[in-house]
């Protein structure tokens, strides 16, 4: 009971101190707590839809088998118009509805000629309208389509695209474009999921969507007398096998599964800035414990004089910790709740509909808030508090601190060595590595062990770096630089954890930027050496039509087209194994005309007369040389017996992909199985102006908004992007750990100030001015943010550079170091220190001289 009256004492007497240790954990629990109530909201809505709109029992196609590959783009698998009757005939159902829907066509307003729909990557779904008892939107606004010519649009897309009753929307697919008068406008009776819906009737959507009449899935809904799984048993006997057939559990567990898989990928991004604030977190606690008990060295003592053993002292610097931790997971929980509503009002703007009313709060909410809050304080309090138990207690009485330990800062060192060096020799056995999944595993674990072999040795190498980086203080600062070094040196410990939690987010940044410059650059340099096209056209996901590609033909200037079809295909080998493989087939000029892919032997021609074109990887993981024939599974049963004309180069723009020409692929497979194109490519003519045949291609093109048309420079522009796009993300958890680490400075000065109050109160009454002791501090907090970043340019190079070489046969074959970052990192961090140190150098300069010196 003394040891917690103590501890609550002393966590009340320096709530100030504890403030910014209480901010790093309420940021760390907020991410965490903020995420899972999010992901909690997001799943639960969806489950509410799922539940309230699926069907008793779904009759779909059958599975392929596993070795029959669903091509993209090719049309889906259907289900006769009969089988409705069949399904309708089965004991216990009372209605079977035939369903046509599709997720490959795009919708357009011919008027302006822009998309209608989602931008977020969200699907656009068109079918036929059915009257259904559990439909997920319902008519608000004029009526359902009865003719060829009508369509309903979802009321959500209405408004965002501005059309109403009577405008127009058109429907481009595979099979062409077609016109529609919106004859209706639908409601979302849920939640809308940011799709857009369209319905046609029913014998359009079958002749447009499919082609055919048929139905892509047949929903039945029963009277009541029979259970859905009995309804699926009895299904299944009726039809007499070979249907999928799933209950309305089945399908809400498969859509779960869909829609998660859309989710996870914030989700991870926000447990990622949880992370990094909860590691760089971590070591503000440890500087801001490690302090308080140097502050309190006396206190020790003398409650260790009077009978308080080495237990109750680890205990009562814990039990702090453990305040700490529940007032900050108490706290960051609340502010997580912001966090979700934030991000419920961002996948709102995006296109869907989350109510932030319906926040599920549930117990792993407040479970994982506490574990992690709670957990990471303690645990981080644990090392000054087992230092403040071994402190001696006439020792401590003599205010002589804690005494150096030689032992300990041998065994740091040792340790710190074999972690380093071990973490360097890894990523050197990574950069190495013959294949990138190797290295990659290599890289992660060096990684790992080379940012804990720093930190472990950041407190020794603090007083010989800093005592360089600040070699000019002196000379140009006078007595302030020297104080302001020698003060920086003075407790290496703490100066190394300060600018451990700096380093560990500059490393990010530098390590990210190589990343990313050697990407764009090696991208850039590929694209100069293996294009040879002038233009590149992408359908963004949606199909390209033969009347795209005839459209381009007919301009003037351009000399030709190639086309491609991408295959998920399988190869058999000679000795019956199977291989899965990606292969483009191409039109015969995408070899030396169009392309030039590097080749490790055989020739490309080779293709246009018949062959298959490998990569380098896939050749040697399974044993392939030219002239080997091996079995080509397109899907649907579609195969084809090939010869290896040409194995290609690891360092290809198209990576280990394999080539067959157009005209040999057809052979094989009929044109209704290929799957469509979705980038062809246009060479300019001898003599063409490429900048005016470029605009004459957007012209012939912008009554398609799905295609991009980017000549050479635009590509290597649209790459960049990409690029750019997961750099931003990484930026971004950098930045909250430079925050949280500017907390660190922060906090470490100013509890230094209070440790050195009577050296200061000294320093002022031997002549050190106001001015002269602020800039004291101010190049203190600067020459260990310079530490902190020199350590994570060093990391950071090493990380990068290490990447680039692991993926060096993937594409990123050119290294390249962005000096320009690395200048404004360095230059970046001397801003970081001088703005951390302004509160402490202000309260300092502010101190009473004779209460300073008398201060005990």
Known sequence: MMILKTSLRSFFAHKGRMALSLIAVVLSVAFVSGTLVFSNTATSTFDKLFAATASDVSVQPPKPAEDDEQQPGVKPPVLPVALAQQVAAVPGVKTAIGQVMVGDAILVDPATNKLIGPTSGAPTLVGNWTDTPRSPVRITSGHVPQNAGELVLDADTAKKAELGLGGKVRVDNASGKHEFTIAGIATFSTTNPGAALAFLDTPT????????????????????????????????????GGYQVKTAAEQKDENNK??????????????????VSLLVGGFLIINTFSMLVAQRTREIGLLRAIGGSRGQVNGSVLAEALILGVLGSTLGIG???????G????????????????????????????????????????????????IAPMAALRDHGTPAEARANAVRTVLGLVLTLGGGGLLVLAAKAEKAATGGEYLGLGV??????????????????IRVLGALLPALFGPSGKLAQRNATRNPRRTGATAAALMIGLALVIGSSVFSASAVTSASAQIDRS??????????????????TDAVRRIPGIDHVTTEKDFDAKVQLADGRSKKAGIAAVSSSFFGTDFHLPVASGTADSIARGSLGIGETFAKDNGLKVGDTVTVTYGKGHTQQLTVGVVFGKKSLYGDASFVDTATMAK?????????????YAKAASGAD????????????KEYPQLTVKDQAGYKELVQSQVNTLLYLIYGLVGLSITVAVLGVVNTLALSVVERTREIGLLRAIGLSRRQLRRMIRLESVVIAVFGAVLGTVLGLAWGVTAQQVLRDQGLDTLSVPFTTIAVTLVSSVVIGLFAALFPAFRAGRMNVLAAIATD
Do not use: H
């Open 668 to 680: 094989a497979v009929p044109a209704a199985d290929q799957p469509v194109d979705r980038v062809f």
């Open 690 to 701: 490429v900048a005016k045949t470029l605009t004459a291609l957007q012209d012939a093109l």
């Open 258 to 275: 869909s829609v998660g898989s859309g989710l996870d990928f914030m989700k991870y991004a926000m447990l990622g800035f949880a992370g």
């Open 335 to 341: 502010a997580g709740l912001g966090i979700a509503v």
């Open 531 to 548: 294009v040879g096209v002038d233009y590149i056209v992408r359908g963004g996901g949606a199909p390209v039509t033969a009347e795209m």
């Open 448 to 465: 790992l062990l080379t940012l804990i072999g720093f930190v472990v040795l950041g407190p020794l190498l603090a007083t010989a770096v």
């Open 343 to 390: 991000l419920i009002q961002l996948m709102n703007a995006i296109g869907m509909d989350l109510k932030a009313s319906d926040l599920q709060i549930g117990p792993d909410v407040f479970a994982a808030g506490y574990a992690v809050g709670v957990l990471i304080t303690v645990v981080a309090a644990w090392i000054p508090a087992r230092r403040a138990g071994r």
């Open 205 to 240: 959507a079958q002749q447009v969507l499919l082609g055919e009449a048929a139905y892509t899935s047949v929903e039945a809904f029963g009277d009541g007398s029979r259970s859905d799984a009995q309804l699926k048993t009895d299904t299944l006997a009726k039809l007499g």
